[in-house]
Structure formats: C-alpha cells, structure tokens
C-alpha cells in the first residue's frame, strides 16, 4: 500500500519571539569574548523578518555583529564585545499579518587582573 503525503498549509498568525528563549540564561559576557544569544524561537506564519537594534542601530550593519535569522529563529554574535555594547538589545519580529517585539539587557563586564602583595611588592 502506499501512502501520500498530504500537503497542508498553516494559517496565517502574527509573529511572537519566545520570551523564555531570550531569558533562559543570563546575557553576560566579559569584554573581548564572543557574546552570544543563540536560537531565541520566533513563531508565527509566514516566517518573520527578524531585525536586532542597539541604541537604533540595526545590529546586522556591523562588522563585528553576526546576526542569523533561519526561519522561526534567531540569533546573534557580538564578535570582541566591547563594555559600550552593554545595554538593552531590541528583537523585532515582523511579518504580514502582525509584528511582536521584546527587549534583552546585555551586561559586559571588564576583566580584572587582580595582582597579591608579597612582602610588600606587587606580583601578578
């Protein structure tokens, strides 16, 4: 016997990043590594155009800012990232039929070279 797949189509729905997704973990990063935020789920019917903004900056116009955005996810890497990027990132979802939007606070934090004091002098 042999079986057919039917083909069904889904109904068109709004956009809607997935929050628990976006706050699963904390989003800090020491300055100078890679900060990543990978595989955030963005549903909704057809798939959304995905933009990341800082400070009004769409993210994907940097040269140090990788963004990718496969159907229904989202990601984005922030290359030597740098205390000035610490902040609150705005995701943006948008496809025909509705757009959704959700905030992300990013912390970079300086590395600290902490020295001990041996008989009065410093060594690292």
């Given at each position: 016997m042999v079986r057919h797949n039917s083909t069904s189509f889904a109904s068109p729905v709004g956009p809607k990043i997935n929050r628990d997704d976006?706050?699963?973990?904390?989003?800090?990063?020491?300055?100078?590594?890679?900060?990543?935020?990978?595989d955030v789920g963005v549903e909704g019917e057809p798939p959304?155009?995905?933009?990341?903004?800082?400070?009004?900056?769409?993210?994907?116009?940097l040269?140090?800012?990788?963004?990718?955005?496969?159907?229904?996810?989202?990601?984005i890497y922030i290359k030597n990232a740098q205390r000035a990027q610490s902040g609150m990132y705005l995701?943006?979802?948008?496809?025909?039929?509705?757009?959704?939007?959700c905030e992300v606070r990013v912390r970079l934090s300086m590395m600290l070279i902490v020295g001990y004091y041996w008989y009065g002098k410093v060594k690292a």
């Open positions: 976006v706050y699963r973990n904390k989003i800090h990063c020491r300055v100078g590594r890679l900060l990543r935020l990978e959304a155009k995905v933009t990341w903004s800082f400070k009004g900056v769409d993210q994907s116009t040269q140090d800012v990788e963004v990718k955005n496969p159907d229904y996810k989202t990601s995701i943006k979802a948008i496809n025909e039929y509705g757009e959704d939007e």
